[in-house]
């Protein structure tokens, strides 16, 4: 079975282990649980009729100083870059976090997830901060864990880009 690694990238409770959780397990608590260092969960897609096991990398978040351990991310084939969109400072820090992962792996797939959007009366985000990542050809997607609203969507998405890769390895794991 084709293995791929997905790291989960963002600043502190943005809701990245709430997005594996709701992802891997339909479960969704309003307890906050701070990630130390990394913790992994596994699922298994199809993506064009091939099984794939990913690899989800939860990645403790990161500070304001858009630092990234180059460790964790080595050897992914695509990352969930996630932001909360109550706070206006995860997103700009998202976008560090972007340029700094793009300097350790090169163009591997992403998708931005634009978490909390079961809390759109207090979005910190407009149309136009959405749309300029659009323009950019980002992949953007809005999603709450606690609903789980877009949280299939978005994990489809990314482990299709990743096998739709022209250079995509075809078999271990990346």
Known sequence: MIQK????????????????RQYV????????????????????VSVDDEDVMLML???AGEDEFCEIRPSYVRGSSGYL??????????????ICLHGKISNILGDIPFVMALNKY??????????????????????VVL??????????QTFHSLAEQIMN???????GYS
């Open 25 to 44: 397990s339909s479960i969704f608590s309003e307890k906050y649980l701070t990630t130390v260092g990394v913790k992994i969960d596994k699922k298994v």
């Open 118 to 139: 079961d809390l759109k009366d207090e979005w910190a985000l407009s149309d136009g901060d959405i749309q300029k990542l659009k323009d950019l050809g980002w992949s």
């Open 5 to 20: 690694k997905i790291c989960m990238v963002g600043t502190f409770a943005v809701g990245k282990t709430s997005l594996v």
């Open 143 to 152: 999603t709450s864990a606690k609903t789980g609203e877009g949280v299939e």
């Open 165 to 171: 890769q022209s250079d995509a390895p075809q078999r």
């Open 81 to 94: 870059l996630v932001c909360d969109g109550t706070r206006r400072m995860s997103y700009e820090d998202a």
């Open 57 to 59: 990398w939860d990645l």
